[in-house]
Structures are given as structure tokens and as C-alpha cells.
């Protein structure tokens, strides 16, 4: 029961580097079953390539491990072009958008 449970939950960690005890931890936890995903903010983000390692870490300790991100667009912004990433699309245009045209625009 703990382990369904488990696994509707995210949770936020700590780190930036898939040899960081808080990601290790959540690895762990991700790999056992008892952790559904991870939300990202913006002290785990530093660049693209770093982030990408770290979802491909948590991508191996669970396969359908859920990654999301904190980041509404405006105010709050964790993707941004100071840490080398494309500008984002603002929510308003987005709801405005198809699938295709939003997967063109980050390609």
C-alpha cells in the first residue's frame, strides 16, 4: 500500500549533480518504488546539459518517473536564457498554440 502510494507522490530535492546526496536519495527512493516523480526549481537548474543529466539519472533509477518543473512563465521563470536556455513562450500564447507548433518553437 505504502509503494501505490508512493508513487502518486513528487517531491523537490536537493542538489544538482546525480553524486549529490539529495539526488542519490531521491534516485533511491525513485528506484524502490516509493517516489512517483520529481519537480525541479530553480537552485537544482543550472544549465541545459546539467539538467539533462540530471533527468536522465532519475529517467534510469525509474523508467515513468514523472519530471516536472516549476515554471509558470512570468515571475516565475526556471528555464531562463541566463542559464542558456530559450526563451519561453508566454502560458497565454501557449493555450493559443497546437502540440506541433509548440514542439517546433523549442526545437
Known amino acids: 500500500m505504502q509503494e501505490m502510494i508512493g508513487r502518486l507522490v513528487i517531491c523537490g530535492f536537493h542538489g544538482t549533480d546525480p553524486n549529490d546526496e539529495g539526488v542519490a536519495a531521491v534516485c533511491r527512493l525513485l528506484r524502490d518504488g516509493k517516489l512517483g516523480g520529481v519537480i525541479f526549481y530553480g537552485y537544482n537548474i543550472l544549465n541545459p546539459e546539467q539538467t539533462r543529466r540530471l533527468v536522465s539519472c532519475f529517467k534510469a533509477a525509474r523508467a515513468d ?43
Open 65 to 107: 518517473a514523472i519530471i516536472s518543473l516549476d515554471q509558470e512563465g512570468g515571475k516565475v521563470a526556471r528555464l531562463t536564457s541566463a542559464k542558456g536556455f530559450s526563451p519561453s513562450i508566454p502560458l497565454s500564447q501557449i493555450a493559443q498554440c497546437s502540440n506541433e507548433e509548440i514542439i517546433a518553437y523549442y526545437e
